[in-house]
């Protein structure tokens, strides 16, 4: 992947993640400890950060993920795991008020073991 690709892959899914998740730039650059105008710049492809391009260069290569590289998972497997439907369910669900998730569960309750069961009845 070339490096213009890699910009516009990352400006995208940057973009998407902060939709999806509902947060605002400014949010999310207290969160990441940078500024507002930083993820803008992210946003609108005006900037990349170029340990991107060097940390999926190296990833590619091992063939492992970058989350791995950077220790967010031990999984060092890249393959995709997770089915569209589910992250799209999960996306929808992060945005859900606490008595939608309620219902959700209610739903999903004839579906789930006893163990699961009890685990939700301990989140809510």
């Known amino acids: 992947m070339e490096t213009k690709e890699k910009s516009t892959t990352f400006s995208t899914r940057l ?3 902060i939709e999806a998740r509902g947060v605002t730039q400014k949010w999310l650059a207290e969160k990441s400890f940078t500024t507002e105008a930083t993820i803008s710049r992210y ?5 990349n ?3 991107l391009t060097i940390l999926a260069d190296i990833a590619r290569a091992l ?5 791995f590289l950077i220790g967010l998972t ?3 497997d890249e393959k995709d795991t997770i089915a569209d439907d589910a992250k799209i369910l999960l996306s929808c669900y992060n945005r859900a008020s606490k008595d939608d998730k309620k ?3 209610a739903l999903l309750s004839k579906y789930m073991t006893n163990s699961e069961r ?4 301990e989140l809510f």
Do not use: H
């Open 103 to 105: 219902v959700l569960w």
């Open 63 to 67: 063939e492992v993920s970058s989350d």
């Open 15 to 17: 973009s998407e993640a």
């Open 49 to 51: 950060p170029a340990v």
């Open 74 to 76: 031990n999984i060092p």
């Open 43 to 47: 946003v609108k492809q005006v900037n």
């Open 118 to 121: 009890e685990r939700i009845d």
